[in-house]
């Protein structure tokens, strides 16, 4: 049986979390491949709101096994937080596994976030301030601690010894903080160790055994397509590869065994943090999709930035993560609008762009070229097929799905489980 990728096509927060829970009873493992506790999925089941951070969704699926991949950067104090916050809900968190080859956010890749970003001033990212740009710089450096060394003391040692002593230098000399002591961050790591130990396995056998058996693994993309570090809009991003390939990488799982990438899209755009965004709002209509979509952030309880659904960014997103299908989301926050707009090209500097601009700067000054779309009134909450809806909404989902480059499968009507569309099953069509 097949893995099954679920990837944000915009700039996060399109709905991954409420996908992967849909599907959740019907897969057999949810493995989050990239990023760490800057995320932020909301999933509402049974009427009651859950929000992970750097636990996978599928965590809320009984029958599914969550794991969390080597691509990811796990925050121990975060993690065990987040399972004791579940647990104390009755959700049942003793199937989590971690790959032993994850690495580790240590305390001080959150002070180096925070310098960092003080440090850029104008230039600065709006991170979520959760280190995990410096932990991946330190995976790339290899000077990073991983799972497995907290259960080996002295490598533990060796690796914070090497770490700090390039650490220390720049916190000292260049950011007038106070040295870290080795000790300090050994203590930190060894006093989570015994509760770590059952969760750490190899999960590429873990997963690629349960592929050979015919099950179905998930894999529930962090973050999405433009925070990218390498296809999005560099340098606003985060560190890891929220697309499909990295998926792969992420998991361990080969990309000949992925058969769905599955895009999650907002039926308008947001964004949180700084970086270029063409199609964002800055009149009372940004106002209006902030406050009847509740675009606040899960993790940092940022005001997301609020703009037009854009079509050139979503077919070069299902374009470089090979989409099969898209999920759009919150097509019932659009109800009430007489028109909506929807940027279907670019103008920049006077050339039109079907596509995505080559360079950073060409997509800095792009101005949206848009086609509007007529609106609907009627209440779509309550809809679950194509045909429930009404004309004008009808015409507006297929008329992405025309622009976009790959057929939308599914469409969300309300933060609840139920509250959904089908029009192809995601798994099995
Ligand atoms: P993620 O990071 O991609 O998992 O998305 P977030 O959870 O950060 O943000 C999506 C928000 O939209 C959450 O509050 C969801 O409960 C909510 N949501 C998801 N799908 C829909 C939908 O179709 N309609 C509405 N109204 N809300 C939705
Ligand atoms: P989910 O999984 C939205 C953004 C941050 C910042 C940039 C870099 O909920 O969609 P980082 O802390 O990762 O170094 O920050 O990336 N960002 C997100 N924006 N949703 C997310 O996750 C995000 N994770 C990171 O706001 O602009
Ligand atoms: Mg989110």
Redesign the pocket.
Known sequence: MPAIVIV?AQ????G?GKATDLLGSRVDYVVKPN?GN????TVVVGGEKFELKLLPAGILSPNAVPVIGNGVVVNLEALFHEIDGLEARGADTSKLKISANAHLVAPYHQTM?KVTERFLGKRA??????G??PTYMDKVARLGIRVQDIFDESILRQKIEGALRQKNELLVKLYNRRAIAVDEIAEYFLDFAERLRPMVVDTTILLNDALDRDEVVLMEG???TY?DVDHGTYP????SNPTAGGASVGSGIGPTRIKRSIGIVKAYTT?????PFPTELFDEWGEYLQKTGGEF???TGRPRRCGWYDAVMARYASRINGFTDFFLTKLDVLTGIEEIPVCVAYEVDGVRHDEMPMTQTEFHHAKPVFENYPGWTEDISGARTLEDLPENARNYVLALEKLSGCRISGVGVGPGRDQTIAIHDLIED
């Open positions: 944000g700039w996060g927060d399109e991954k990023g800057n995320a932020g999925h976030d990212i709006g991170t979520t301030g959760r995990i740009g962090g973050q999405a925070l606003f991003v985060t560190s964004r949180v943090g700084a970086g952030g899960v993790n």
